[in-house]
């Protein structure tokens, strides 16, 4: 009930195409979705975070969509770049007190030139 | 704005050793929490330290145990290292406690022999 399930485990897409990764959850408790990016050697970065009170946010180029119903929500990449080449993980927490946030297994992107 | 910080970069140690992890959050950054990363997998989330008390603890055994300083810098100590420990150990630094906008610093690598 504690775990977040990433998929696809990795995702090869084309330069300009739309990249899709997609993370489901069972705890309705859960109450923040991060999502973050990692490149090799170095420690995850923040992209984009939702609360379960819109369906959706954007900003730039990264788009979180949350289906509450269905215990998902899902990152798109609009426009992939080879420099958005990296690892995803989405995460989600439902311990505002402990900080505790439960992450996916990942997903490697590779967009190609 | 320097970003957090850990040190050292890499660390190899011996079965049965003990290994201490250093972080400073990012300035003004309250909060401090710790997570390690396994090859290949998300973080798992250890400690959560807010104003220098314990507010979260992850699935791991007493072998592990943090602290964080006056200044709101943080240690986290392993004792009694197994070839199991290896992975990437990262910290992550927030205004505040909870979940919410963790930054992450780029994580030492612990490799045990």
């Known amino acids: 009930q504690q775990q977040v399930k990433q998929s696809p485990q990795s995702l090869i897409v084309q330069k300009g195409g739309i990249s899709i990764i997609n993370c489901a959850y069972e705890n309705t408790a859960f109450d923040y979705f991060p999502w973050y990016q990692q490149f090799p050697g170095k420690g995850p970065a923040l992209l984009i975070a939702i609360r379960p009170d819109v369906s959706e946010k954007k900003e730039g180029r990264f788009t979180i969509s949350f289906n509450k119903s269905a215990k998902q929500f899902s990152l798109h990449i609009m426009d992939s770049q080879p420099g958005d080449s990296a690892t995803y993980f989405c995460?989600?927490?439902?311990?505002?007190?402990?900080?505790?946030?439960?992450f996916g297994q990942g997903t490697t992107l590779q967009v190609k030139p | 704005d320097a970003g957090v910080t850990q040190s050292p970069t890499h660390l190899i140690k011996t079965r049965g050793q003990q290994v201490t992890l250093r972080c400073s959050p990012i300035s003004g950054h309250k909060s401090v929490s710790w997570y390690q990363q396994v090859l290949g997998q998300g973080p798992q989330f250890i400690f959560q330290?807010?104003?220098?008390?314990?507010?979260g603890r992850g699935n791991f055994p007493d072998r592990f145990s943090a602290r964080q300083f006056p200044n709101y810098s943080s240690e986290l100590n392993v004792n009694a290292l197994l070839l199991g420990d290896s992975a990437l150990y990262l910290c992550?630094?927030?205004?505040?406690?909870?979940?919410?906008?963790?930054?992450f610093g780029p994580g030492t690598r612990l490799t045990v022999l």
């Open positions: 330290y807010y104003e220098k008390e314990e507010r």
């Open positions: 992550a630094s927030s205004e505040e406690g909870g979940p919410y906008e963790q930054f």
């Open positions: 995460a989600a927490s439902g311990s505002s007190n402990t900080g505790k946030l439960i």
